[in-house]
């Protein structure tokens, strides 16, 4: 079955040591999609890649990078992790939006990212 | 942005009763319109989604939702709940042609045996 895959599933990092997220994806979707989830709220978009033009939401922290080597494959950096990051980290993958469009966003199982 | 108001935290049903969870959304324009659930431990899945045509879309699972374009709002129906639909429920609304999916607060659904 085509699926968009998050690895680890579960993360523990340190305060301040840097950590990397995993994506892939075998949907063959031009874009790629990180949002944070913190407990109990909305999932929050982080930014996007369409192809390998990033997309960064104004209002994401400069501690998080992101980098897609190729379509299957999508990163998240957490540079210097903080308390406050602790949280569920979603990848999702859709075709590209059009004006007309019907495209969807398919989520990956999320990695949860415990800060000590 | 849009922004996206889900009326209810927390809704507790017992099985076979009927499920409505409100969503309503900000925004006048051509909007693309989805359901998702997340069920305890699992990722967030499609439940139904609306693009265009037939205001009333059904969806995986016995769920329902109605466009509602005057009211700006996009409820979820369910005639008779089981216990398997114990999940967290996001409305989600996007402006067509963009990237961002803004979603709501979310629902927590609990179905009592």
């Known amino acids: 079955d085509a699926m968009v895959i998050q690895n680890p599933r579960y993360q523990v990092t340190q305060f301040g040591k840097p950590v990397t997220l995993s994506c892939s994806q075998t949907l063959n979707h031009n874009v790629m999609y990180w949002y944070q989830q913190k407990s109990s709220q909305a999932p929050k978009l982080l930014f996007h890649?369409?192809?390998?033009?990033?997309?960064n939401e104004a209002d994401t922290p400069d501690n998080f990078q992101s980098r897609r080597p190729n379509t299957s494959f999508c990163f998240l950096d957490i540079r210097s992790p903080g308390l406050g990051d602790a949280a569920m980290y979603l990848c999702?993958?859709?075709?590209?939006?059009?004006?007309?469009?019907?495209?969807?966003?398919?989520f990956g199982p999320g990695t949860r990212l415990t800060v000590l | 942005a849009q922004s996206v108001s889900q009326h209810n935290h927390h809704v507790i049903l017992s099985e076979a009763a009927s499920l409505e969870l409100g969503c309503n959304y900000s925004y006048g324009g051509t909007v693309n319109l989805f359901w998702y659930v997340q069920y305890p431990g699992q990722h967030l899945q499609l439940l139904l989604k609306y693009f265009s045509g037939d205001p009333l879309v059904k969806g995986i699972k016995g769920f329902e939702a109605e466009f509602i374009k005057s009211k700006f709002s996009f409820n979820l129906r369910k005639p008779s709940v089981q216990w398997s639909d114990t999940a967290e429920y996001f409305c989600?609304?996007?402006?067509?042609?963009?990237?961002?999916?803004?979603f709501g607060a979310g629902t927590t659904v609990t179905v009592r045996a």
């Open positions: 999702a993958t859709s075709t590209r939006p059009t004006s007309g469009g019907t495209d969807t966003q398919y």
């Open positions: 890649y369409y192809d390998k033009d990033f997309n």
């Open positions: 989600a609304v996007k402006t067509k042609g963009d990237y961002k999916l803004s």
